[in-house]
């Protein structure tokens, strides 16, 4: 069984850092693309950065220059770290993985709760 397991969340104030991990297990296949997302209350839940298994990645443009993505492949991990937070960074942050093209399904985490106070 697939599972994704993120940790690293948790509360900061407005300028402050945080780096979330996100561990995948379960699969024989290997990883195709992570990816984080988040999901701010009353809101859907929209991309943060993909990180492709070529190498490329993609960000938002409200986190560009902010944020940093990046991709362990022998350890099945991939992390998030989040600098200059804003308040309206402020979601429950989910990890995404796919195992394409062997397996088609999308996989996610339970997430985890980031809250920046001003």
């Known amino acids: 069984q697939v599972r994704l397991v993120e940790s690293g969340g948790g509360s900061v104030q407005a300028g402050g850092s945080l780096k979330l991990s996100c561990a995948v297990s379960?699969?024989?296949?290997?990883?195709?693309?992570m990816g984080w997302y988040r999901q701010a209350p009353g809101k859907q839940r929209e991309l943060v950065a993909i990180?492709?298994?070529?190498?490329?990645?993609i960000y938002a443009d409200s986190v560009k220059g902010r944020f940093t993505m990046s991709r362990d492949n022998a350890k099945n991990t991939a992390y998030l770290q989040m600098s200059s937070l804003r308040p309206e960074d402020t979601a429950v942050y989910y990890c995404?993985?796919?195992?394409?093209?062997?397996?088609?399904?999308?996989?996610w985490g339970q997430g985890t709760q980031v809250t920046v106070s001003s």
């Open positions: 995404h993985a796919d195992f394409r093209p062997h397996d088609t399904r999308d996989y």
């Open positions: 379960g699969s024989i296949f290997s990883i195709n693309d």
């Open positions: 990180f492709s298994r070529g190498g490329s990645t």
